[in-house]
Nanobody
Framework: QVQLVESGGGLVQPGGSLRLSCAAS????????MGWYRQAPEKQRELVAA???????DYADSVKGRFTISRDNANDTVYLQMNSLKSEDTAVYYC??????????????WGQGTQVTVSS
């Protein structure tokens, strides 16, 4: 029905930057809030940033001033620009979206995850 496909993860040195992308496809009527979560080894999944369909944003305190979330509503895509990366940002990053299908049903969907490793 719906797929969220992430890209852009990888290995980067401390202080470096990465840009994650997540594109939604399928039987989509509309997309509400989109967000990025992350899960480090032996830790719970946590919200990193979220953006509403109107463009309002929310960030975890640990990434404020370093990460920027944005979205392209025409292409059902959300981005996460990550600057000044730290070793503690190392995690698997997951895209999440609340989507209304053409059938009228709403679901929350997850991407498959993309690994971000910050290391020298």
């Amino acid at each position: 029905q719906v797929q969220l496909v992430e890209s852009g993860g990888g290995l980067v040195q401390p202080g470096g930057s990465l840009r994650l992308s997540c594109a939604a496809s399928g039987s989509i009527f509309s997309i509400y809030t989109m967000g990025w979560y992350r899960q480090a080894p032996e830790k719970q999944r946590e919200l990193v940033a979220a953006i509403t369909s109107g463009g309002s944003t929310d960030y975890a305190d640990s990434v404020k001033g370093r990460f920027t979330i944005s979205r392209d509503n025409a292409n059902d895509t959300v981005y996460l620009q990550m600057n000044s990366l730290k070793s503690e940002d190392t995690a698997v990053y997951y895209c999440n979206a609340r989507i209304r299908l053409r059938s009228g049903v709403e679901y929350g969907y997850w991407g498959q995850g993309t690994q971000v490793t910050v290391s020298s």
